[in-house]
Every structure is written in C-alpha cells, then in structure tokens.
C-alpha cells in the first residue's frame, strides 16, 4: 500500500496551495488585474505606458492591447487575460469591463464566503443571476430599423472610438467606419467580411485628416518616369503573368561564336515577353482608341521589368507590378473585371473600370489610388499621423470601431449605454432575488452578481467627478433607475457634466453582443474559480535526484 506521504504529493518539488488559501489566491489575482485596469475604463480614463526589455515605448488605454503586451505571471490573472482577448478577438471591445467585472465579482463572492456561504452555493447563485440578466438584457434592447439604422450606427461607432481616440478625431472617423462596412456588406446575404477593408496609413499631416476611400489605395506606384500619374476613366486588367525574362528552372547555359549569335539569342530570350506587352497593348488600343478620354491600367501580380514597363509607357499605359494577392481580389470586387493567368483571350470583358486612378508620392514612398468605381465592395481607410505612435493608436481604435459596426449589424439592435444597462439589470435583479420561488439561500448571492454589475458605472462616475462626488452620482443614478423600474426609461452618466442623462438622446450605445458575452464570461469564470480548493505547481528535480 502506497504511504500517505506518496499519496499526497505527487512530486516533493512541486508546491501546493489548498482550501481557503487557494480561493484566496485566486481572488487576489483577479482583484490585482482588475486594478491595474480600471483606470483605462470609458472615454474618461488614463492611460498605460508599456516598457519593453529593449527599451520599447508603447503607450495606450486599449484593455486587449495591455492584456496581450503585459508579462503576467499570476496564473487566475493570466486566464482572465486570455479569456477577456479571446473575446476581444471575437466581438473587437469589451476586454477592460469584463476583467473589471469578473475581479468585482469574485470580489462580492468573498464577502459571501466570510459570512458563511457555500462556494457553491455562491457559484449557483451566479448562475441564476446571468440567466435571469440575459434574459432582462433582451428586453433591453434597442432594435434597428431603415429610420434609425444610420444614426444607431454612427452612435454606436463613437462609443467604440470615444474610448480609445482623442475626442476631435471620432466624429468623422465614426462616420468613415460605418460607410466603409455599409459598403462592403452582401447585398444578398447581407454577410460582412471585414478582410474587404484595407487599412493603410501615411506619416503624414494629422489624425484628423483620416480618409475613407470607396476604392483601393495601393503602396506602390508606376516603376517608369514616363507613366501617367493622373488618368480618369480608366479600364483596369488584373493579371498574373509575368512580364519579364525568367530563367529556366534547370541548370542550362548557353553558347555563341560570334555577336550575331548573342544577338539572335537575346531577341529569341525577349521575343515571348515583348509578344504579351504586343498583346496589351493591342487590347489597350481597342478600348482607348486614339483620340477618345479613356485610359489603360494594368496591375500585374508578378513582376514587369524595366523593357516591357518601357512598353507599356510609350503606350500611354499605367502599369503596377508586384501587386499583394489580397489586392487583386479586392480590385475585382471593387472595380469589376476578372484576374487573368494568360493572355491567350484577352477582351473587354475581363476589365475593370475605375473613374480616377492618381499616384501620390510622399517621401520615398509612392502610393497609386483607384477611385471612383462602378459598383464599389471593397474600400480603404487610409490613417493619418504625425507620428507612429498617433497612427498605432487610431489603428487599435478602426479595428474595434469596424466590429463594433458590424456587430451591431449582424444583431440587428444596440443598447443604451453609460452604464444604463448595468445600473438597470443591478434593480432588476434585486427585485427578482426577493421572489417567492427563489431559494432563500441564492437571493444573497444573486443580489451580489447585481452589484458586481455596478463595478462598471462605479469607475465611470469616478473618472468624472472629482472631491468624493462619485458615490452621490452613483446613488442618483441608482435612484432614477429604481423610480423608473418597470418602464422604458433609459438613465446613464453624463461623463462631462457629472449628471445623469438619457443615454440615447445622447447618442452613446453600446453593442448587445459584447454585453451578453460579458454576462456569460463573469458568471462562468467567476464561478470556476470560486470552487477551486487547490493550486498546484509541479516542478522537476535535477537529474539524479
């Protein structure tokens, strides 16, 4: 029989932490992250600075940009991380509430252990509470329709940015992102791919002056001096073809003896790739005839060297080469057309078609736009900044805000935000613990998962009031939502006044998706941890030992 010793340490190197020790540990954890991200919440909040081993700079408010820079080595604060950016990753906003929301929770859970509740009774009571909250949360929302859908969406894509930009670039930058995702939207299926929005950037004038284009930007321009750099009405051929003298394959040499050889060789070696430059050009010349205001643009994938890009510029042609794969789809999308592998059946049915094509050159770096198509399904946002660090941080700020539209989109409605939501589902759930058919034994706990909810509308009236006026804001707010309890009326936190609003007239809406998998995401962690009674590190000895 196995002594008690072997039974109970699995390895004399490990260590191991167990019953209230080990719920303790995990709560701190939580409670330790949770504190460390709380200022960065809402439009208000600070920000973070991020120093790297090398000396690296990175300065943001982001809760998934922190989450995934940060060396963490608390086990229960490393899953909450990888928790809250896996949702992140999946909805594009919502990582800094739900650490807060998860830490407030398992926070409300240790008072309840202090006075004598079962963890699993806690753990139940959770579970009961994010049920009845996500159904209380479907009431709550607001739906679009063709009247509201636009200004709903602008609303929404501000709450998005309002949190991460300074507040001078959100508005026109609110309104780019849901263009470019109504662009880009299935007019059948009405599926969104956001793959069809490019996201460039140029260090150049100020954030402000960020544009979205309905059309392509490419960073790289024409290779010949001679090649327009401004046509309109312009035929587009995608193709991937090379244009240029390619080396066989296999080890294979040639040879000549005298100069009339070399030169039958180097004419025979140019003959294949001069005939397809013959045969664009011939296509150019039944679709631009002399004399009329059309153009020619060819955007090859593969490379066009320096004597075939020559033909192409007598000819009056554009010619781009070394196009990025995931270009060549987006010009067919946006511009019509079909790519080609060969040139065997050229016609006009296998362009595109583009009002303006212009190139900007800034610096070294050039940049060809292709703007003005037909039927557009596929557009750029082009970023602007001064430096690279307003560029990164607009950058985090579009690819949550373009979720965030789409989101929204795809669920068809929004909810109010400013904390209205967390205020309201807090009196919600009050009132439903103290029913009839609920277990004496949860209603403690179900009114605790309530008051985690109000971690959220907490910190946001700290960050807007200062001198201790945060708790009476917090209390008024309480006061609206409990006198109103049982109506439509919706009351959040005017951040700037330090008051109370109507949440919607304001135009602050948050996405249903992110706050239900909040819902879910609290009461599933927090409930995993609170019924941990042991944590265990393995270790391994030294060989020999």
Not at 191 to 213: S, Y
């Amino acid at each position: 029989m196995a002594s008690t010793s072997a039974m109970q340490y699995l390895n004399p190197n490990g260590a191991s932490v167990q019953g209230k020790a080990a719920m303790q540990f995990s709560m701190n954890g939580a409670k330790g992250l949770m504190n460390v991200l709380r200022t960065n919440l809402g439009p208000m909040g600070t920000m973070k600075m991020l120093v790297g081993g090398a000396g690296q700079i990175k300065m943001t408010k982001d809760g998934s940009v922190l989450l995934g820079d940060m060396q963490i080595q608390h086990p229960t604060a490393a899953l909450i991380a990888r928790a809250a950016t896996a949702m992140d990753d999946e909805t594009g906003d919502g990582t800094t509430s739900t650490v807060v929301m998860i830490g407030e929770a398992l926070q409300q859970a240790d008072e309840l252990v202090s006075e004598g509740i079962h963890p699993r009774t806690v753990a139940e009571g959770y579970d009961v509470a994010a049920a009845e909250a996500i159904r209380f949360l479907n009431n709550r929302k607001v739906h679009l329709t063709e009247e509201n859908e636009r200004e709903m969406l602008d609303c929404v894509a501000r709450t998005a940015l309002g949190t991460k930009i300074p507040a001078e670039n959100v508005e026109a930058l609110a309104t780019h992102l849901v263009d470019a995702v109504k662009m880009i939207q299935n007019k059948d299926s009405k599926a969104i791919d956001l793959h069809m929005v490019e996201i460039m950037h140029m260090r150049h004038k100020l954030g402000t002056d960020t544009q979205f284009i309905p059309g392509l930007v490419l960073d790289h321009g024409g290779r010949h001096p001679e090649m327009p750099k401004h046509i309109e009405n312009c035929y587009i051929l995608t193709c991937n073809v090379s244009l240029e003298y390619e080396k066989s394959e296999l080890n294979s040499g040639f040879y000549y003896k005298n100069a009339d050889q070399k030169e039958k060789m180097a004419n025979a070696e140019r003959r294949t790739v001069d005939a397809r430059c013959e045969q664009i050009v011939e296509l150019k010349n039944k679709v631009c005839p002399p004399g009329s205001d059309k153009n020619f643009v060819v955007v090859n994938q593969k490379g066009i060297d320096p004597l075939s890009l020559d033909i192409l510029a007598r000819n009056g042609i554009l010619g781009l080469r070394r196009a990025k794969r995931r270009n060549m789809e987006r010009i067919q999308l946006c511009c019509g057309g079909e790519a080609v592998n060969h040139f065997d059946t050229l016609s006009e049915d296998l362009l595109g078609y583009a009002g303006l094509v212009h190139e900007h050159v800034l610096g070294e770096e050039k940049y060809t736009f292709i703007e003005q198509p037909k039927n557009p399904a596929s557009g750029t946002i082009l970023l602007k900044g001064a430096n690279d660090h307003t560029i990164a941080q607009i950058k985090e700020a579009v690819r949550d805000g373009l979720r965030a539209v789409k989101n929204a989109i795809e669920d068809g409605c929004v909810l109010a935000g400013a904390g209205d939501f967390e205020v309201a589902c807090k009196v919600h759930l009050d009132h439903y613990a103290d029913k009839k058919e609920i277990k004496d034994t949860l209603t403690p706990c179900i009114k605790a998962f309530g008051d985690a909810l109000l971690a959220v509308p907490k910190i946001l009236a700290e960050s807007a009031t200062e001198g201790g006026a945060a708790p009476a804001l917090k209390h008024t707010l309480l006061r609206y939502h409990r006198e109103g309890y049982g109506t439509d009326g919706k009351f959040g936190l005017d951040l700037e006044s330090g008051s109370v609003t109507d949440p919607v007239a304001a135009g602050v809406m948050d996405t249903f998706r992110v706050k239900k998998q909040q819902l879910e995401a609290t009461a599933v962690i927090a409930t995993q941890l609170l019924l941990i009674d042991e944590v265990m590190k393995a270790g391994r000895g030294k060989a020999g030992q």
